[in-house]
């Protein structure tokens, strides 16, 4: 599925580095030049988790926070589809220009952005997540269905990255950009022969998350019936 600009708006740091916001929808259309005014709080990233003890299990997630300076004649009926929408209808983005790779890419949720007004100047927050807590109540399967024989460490990963709700948009821009990693995970050396763990071991190719196959059983829980369920990602 496709995605296209329904408004923009544009920050400027004191050294001069310009970072574009992109709103989106997902679907097929024209890109709109519609541009809304960040006013002086701009954007703000934020890497939230559950806690700060060492190890303890739970998501690490980003969200984007945008500010911005509400043009109410020309942007009103944005507003009112935002607020009709659902989570993944609509995506915020980070660029350096409309037409750059976007550097962060998150799912607009409709439920947190606010609107002020105060003596007639209008603002309105937005709120976009990287998509990972949003798994918290996602099971473990192929759309309902139970995953069966072994897969890769590789191919579980990419599992759970398809059920992100980023994953749609990532994907469109993998397909035309095939040669960007899908996955950019730092195991490539993983020979125990060299001293610096700079090559594959003798014979191999892949790195050990390619070649390391774990059953699905592993991610499965026993109900008290003896039948099997899949657990929620969040266990792991």
Request: charged letters at 20%.
């Amino acid at each position: 599925m496709a995605s296209y600009r329904v408004a923009y708006g544009k920050a400027a740091s004191v050294n001069g580095n310009e970072v574009y916001v992109d709103l989106r929808k997902m679907g097929t259309g024209s890109d709109a030049t519609t541009e809304f005014d960040l006013g002086p709080d701009g954007y703000k990233i934020t890497t939230d988790r559950p806690s700060e003890e060492h190890m303890l299990p739970g998501i690490i997630t980003q969200t984007l926070e945008v500010v911005t300076v509400w043009d109410s004649i020309k942007l009103d009926p944005l507003l009112t589809a935002l607020a009709n929408s659902s989570d993944g209808d609509y995506l915020l983005e980070l660029k350096t220009s409309l037409t750059a790779q976007p550097f962060m890419i998150t799912v607009l949720l409709p439920e947190s952005f606010t609107v002020s007004d105060d003596a007639g100047k209008v603002t309105v927050k937005f709120t976009g997540t990287d998509g990972l807590s949003l798994l918290k109540n996602t099971l473990y399967n192929d759309d309902g269905v139970a995953y069966t024989d072994h897969a890769t460490l590789k191919q579980h990963i990419e599992n759970v990255q398809e059920k992100m709700l980023t994953w749609t948009r990532v994907n469109d821009l993998g397909t035309a950009n095939p040669t960007d990693l899908r996955l950019g995970l730092c195991m490539g050396a993983t020979s125990v022969d060299d001293e610096d763990y700079s090559v594959f071991p003798p014979s191999n190719t892949a790195a050990g998350y390619q070649r390391m196959r774990v059953h699905h059983r592993t991610f499965h829980k026993r109900n008290t019936d003896a039948s099997m369920n899949t657990i929620l990602l969040t266990t792991y």
